[in-house]
């Protein structure tokens, strides 16, 4: 059997066994022996939407009050989402929204695996099979659709790039993170890939400015999750609100957390752009572009929730080819952004495991920082490093030889 079919047979096979738990032990008893902080009703963050369009229903502005969401939370979504309501669907079609997404994320995942090896296979099952990954489905979060709509922009985009830039494009209406697909442009010649771009970018930009106030209310308002989330300031935030640190300190750590990941960034994409070598456009690379400035746009934002992790799958397949077959300079920031992808993916276990008192819990937070920090810096050094030629500073030796 070909690796593709063999790993989806796989998956099919965890999910029959899930469902079996799901109905002998309930919701949440099922996905916590996964390590996933499952929380009834099912598809929690899908409801936070269709419980909006209750909310508007019965006149009221779910952004300020959302009465029709299980727990009253928020509606902190573009708006949108809102436009289910139309088609007649409220939170009681909860269960129904949740599967189609479901059902989209795995076609998403069909694109991805296309081609793949049998290496490459056994690399993606820890990581689909992750907490991190599950948590995505056991909440019913949207980013599903999204990664959908960004495997499909992939998927299409050596036979039409304008058709792929549409799919980056609905992705970024629907959750705004998304853009940083626009990436999926570099496979393009020079002039192409700028036209394309800039367009896209430029869409972008009159989409935020028409909805400036908006986009102003959904940042201010989305939850910042400080034990299920990665980026640069999830430190200070734990911190701050689990440890009662006093609050200057806390600050003070986030300034410097801020700093460290700025001068990080700077030296990793410099250490990337430095090289002279040419990556040619393939499937692979493509999606590792896309999921690698996913995660690092993401982590950029300061926090994000870890079900985002399903992004980094996209770069599995081309980091594990640059870690069993590239050059040297290729194989070790390879093996070791791979072993950081599986370590972050695995964190929600590693605080079940060792959290159980203040010594472990110590050690399962340092292990969740370091790696997805490292997995910060080995997207960027790579996404730096692939870049095209025209788009590298030329080195002294180029620019001598340029008449």
């Known amino acids: 059997?070909?690796?593709?079919?063999?790993?989806?047979?796989?998956?099919?096979?965890?999910?029959?066994?899930?469902?079996?738990?799901?109905?002998?032990?309930?919701?949440?008893?099922?996905?916590?022996?996964?390590?996933?902080?499952?929380r009834a009703p099912h598809f929690s963050d899908l409801r936070a939407i269709t419980g909006a369009l209750d909310s508007v229903e019965r006149g009221f502005d779910p952004r300020e009050k959302n009465p029709g969401a299980p727990f009253g939370q928020r509606f902190n979504q573009t708006h949108v989402w809102l436009w289910l309501g139309n088609l007649g669907l409220r939170e009681a079609n909860s269960t129904a929204i949740g599967l189609v997404i479901l059902a989209g994320y795995v076609v998403g995942l069909w694109w991805l695996c296309s081609g793949i090896d049998r290496a490459t296979a056994i690399l993606l099952v820890p990581v689909l099979l992750s907490p991190a990954a599950l948590l995505a489905i056991e909440r019913g979060t949207t980013d599903l659709s999204v990664f959908l709509l960004l495997a499909f922009a992939v998927h299409v985009a050596r036979r039409s790039m304008p058709v792929a830039m549409v799919g980056v494009g609905a992705a970024f209406v629907l959750k705004l993170f998304p853009l940083a697909g626009v990436l999926l442009a570099l496979r393009e010649p020079r002039r192409r890939a700028l036209w394309l771009g800039l367009t896209v970018l430029g869409l972008a930009a009159v989409f935020c400015a028409l909805n400036f106030r908006e986009l102003v209310d959904i940042a201010f308002k989305t939850e910042k999750g400080q034990t299920i989330s990665y980026g640069w300031a999830i430190l200070s935030l734990y911190l701050g609100r689990h440890l009662h640190f006093d609050p200057d300190l806390a600050l003070d750590v986030r300034w410097a957390c801020g700093a460290f990941a700025a001068i990080g960034l700077v030296v990793a994409a410099w250490r990337g752009l430095a090289t002279r070598d040419e990556t040619p456009p393939t499937r692979a690379l493509d999606f590792f572009r896309v999921g690698a400035a996913v995660y690092a746009g993401t982590f950029a934002l300061g926090a994000s929730w870890d079900y985002r992790l399903i992004f980094c799958a996209f770069a599995v397949p081309q980091l594990a080819a640059w870690a069993r077959d590239g050059d040297a300079s290729f194989r070790r920031p390879a093996r070791l952004t791979l072993a950081a992808l599986l370590i972050a993916a695995w964190t929600l276990a590693a605080v079940d495991w060792f959290g159980a008192n203040a010594a472990g819990a110590v050690v399962a937070r340092t292990l969740e920082e370091f790696s997805k920090w490292s997995l910060f810096f080995g997207c960027v050094y790579f996404l730096a490093r692939t870049l095209p030629a025209w788009l590298k500073p030329a080195s002294p030796a180029r620019a001598r030889a340029t008449p």
């Not at 799901?22 to 022996?33: D, L, P, S, V």
């Open 1 to 38: 059997m070909k690796p593709r079919p063999m790993l989806f047979l796989g998956l099919a096979l965890v999910a029959l066994v899930q469902l079996c738990l799901i109905r002998r032990e309930g919701w949440n008893g099922a996905w916590q022996r996964w390590h996933v902080p499952a």
